[in-house]
């Protein structure tokens, strides 16, 4: 469907575009195909989104009188889920997207939003392109404030060993695709702020870099986070070494007391004749009581020694 939006959003054919006029549209691959040669759009564009292997990365590439672009977005509430996938095409005074893939219609919500955003202010389609780019992402900060409180929580938790463990690793792994994908986002803002072949006026390209700037920030916040739970990490780590380490002294400060009951248990076991005290009807007692002043001695030692 395509509106044109210099003082109302009216549709309006294809045959009626004109250069005077802005323009904003979204259709899906297959209306596309029957009209991209009316847009002056190139067929190997075409080609490229029947491609599924190029939507791992977002991308945007400068055509002669055109930028086509490729993007994927991550539902960073929940990155494993299918993503949403959508082509762009910005021309001089067009704005079109393209819906590869929208279960959740949040990209029709974006564009929706973004056009009527656009005719209350009557703005650039250079502006339309920096307000839906942004909207695309808006959610990820409060998304990023968040998770990084739920890792503040989970330091705080008394946590199986392997249950915390697993957690930091999953969360460190989806952190880590969300830094790329900030970084491609980046990449994409990047090369529009060049305005290859002056498609947008020249005080316009400036959106471009305040984009630049705000995913520049979520790929810090997310480096932040990961730094965070690197900090979780090795701080469970201390506290797990310092547990085991109480454990092996406890065990050691246990050997220490009864080896010296050992020594004694097998000095007697040899059964020598020249032994008096085993003849002797206190030998018994005696041993006893001797095992036990053993003990309670090495006790009382090793408690000053704060050993338990």
């Known amino acids: ?13 294809i045959h009626d575009i004109q250069e005077e006029h802005r323009y904003i549209a979204m ?10 040669q009316e847009f002056g759009i190139d067929e190997a564009a075409i080609q490229r989104l029947e491609d599924p292997s190029l939507f791992h990365q977002n991308m945007i590439i400068p055509a002669y009188h055109y930028y086509f672009g490729l993007v994927h977005l991550i539902n960073a509430r929940d990155i494993f889920v ?8 910005i021309f001089k005074n067009i704005f079109l997207v393209v819906v590869i893939d929208d279960e959740d219609h949040h990209i029709n919500q ?27 992402l808006a959610a990820d900060y409060q998304y990023l404030e968040e998770l990084q409180n739920e890792i503040e929580e989970l330091e705080t938790q008394e946590e199986d060993s392997m249950h915390f ?8 792994k989806e952190l880590l695709l969300l830094q790329n994908y900030y970084e491609n986002f980046m990449t994409i803002g990047e090369d529009l702020e060049m305005n290859h072949h002056h498609i947008f006026e020249d005080d316009d390209s400036r959106y471009f870099e305040i984009f630049t700037r705000r995913i520049e ?19 469970h780590q201390s506290r797990e070494d310092y547990k085991l380490n109480k454990t092996m002294q406890f065990f050691t ?13 097998g000095w007697y076991g040899m059964n020598f004749e020249n032994m008096p005290e085993l003849k002797s009807i206190y030998g018994y007692p005696a041993v006893i009581v001797l095992s036990c002043i053993v003990v309670i001695g090495l006790i009382v030692l090793f408690k000053k020694k704060k050993f338990l």
């Open 110 to 136: 974006v564009f929706q939003s973004s056009s009527d955003y656009v005719l209350q202010k009557e703005v650039s389609i250079t502006r339309l392109v920096y307000y839906f780019l942004s909207d695309l």
């Open 217 to 235: 920030r979520l790929s810090k916040n997310v480096e932040m986070l990961r730094e965070i739970l690197n900090q979780a990490h090795s701080a």
């Open 165 to 172: 463990t697993n957690q930091l690793r999953q969360l460190n």
């Open 1 to 13: 469907m395509i509106y044109q939006v210099d003082h109302q959003k009216e549709i309006v054919n």
């Open 253 to 265: 400060v246990v050997t220490t007391i009864f080896m010296p009951l050992t020594l004694i248990a």
């Open 27 to 36: 259709m899906d691959l297959e209306e596309l195909k029957s009209c991209y």
């Open 82 to 89: 299918k993503k949403d996938s959508l082509a762009l095409f």
